[in-house]
């Protein structure tokens, strides 16, 4: 009989993205976002689909801001 060894995470995967990308995004980038998004367009390109998105993210957060 085999050992077996069963695993679960201490965290969920939300928390562990939101580490991650922090820990790349100050490695990186300085902490700093609009450079990192600026880098991922210039490298990776953004589709038409992508774009509208984040133009709604954007105005989603100026509304939610007041602005």
Known sequence: MRNL???SATIDKV???HFELHRM???AFDG???PMMQ???DHEGLSPEDAQYLRKLAD???K???G
């Open 5 to 7: 060894q069963l695993f």
């Open 64 to 66: 939610h801001q007041g």
């Open 60 to 62: 989603k957060v100026e």
């Open 32 to 34: 700093a976002l609009a």
């Open 39 to 41: 880098f991922l367009v």
């Open 25 to 27: 995004l100050r490695r």
């Open 15 to 17: 928390a562990a993205r």
